[in-house]
């Protein structure tokens, strides 16, 4: 961004608009006027980043929204009691059913956060030693 924080450079010695700002700009550099990537808005958005940051660095974005931890504890609820129960198996389509909640969600919490990999969750005997 070397380029552009001379720009900026000369925004902010000369205290002109960000036009001449970006036309002094191009004639130091040696660029065509109406050519490249740099236009005057372009200058003018990147002088209030700077102003308000003080440098150019990017910003995180927003991101995913996280699963809330009551979902998780309500699929855990759902995935013991269905495990516990005559058949001993569940899946993540019945468990989504059963709390109204998105199939691949429940699946993200079965996988990611619980831990239970397989797409259909088996109760499984602990092996005790003879």
Request: hydrophobic share 40%.
């Amino acid at each position: 961004m070397e380029v552009s924080g001379s720009a900026c450079e000369v925004f902010c010695k000369k205290g002109d608009c960000a036009a001449i700002a970006l036309k002094k700009f191009r004639t130091l550099k040696g660029l065509r006027s109406g050519s490249g990537p740099m236009t005057a808005f372009g200058l003018k958005k990147m002088i209030d980043q700077f102003e308000e940051l003080g440098s150019f660095d990017v910003r995180c974005g927003r991101g995913r929204k996280a699963i809330a931890s009551t979902a998780v504890e309500d699929v855990d609820t759902a995935l013991q009691e269905a495990s516990s129960s005559a058949g001993g198996t569940c899946s993540a389509r019945r468990i989504s059913g059963t709390l109204n909640m998105p199939v691949s969600t429940v699946g993200k919490i079965l996988r990611n956060i619980l831990q239970c990999y397989p797409f259909k969750i088996t109760h499984v005997q602990e092996l005790v030693p003879a």
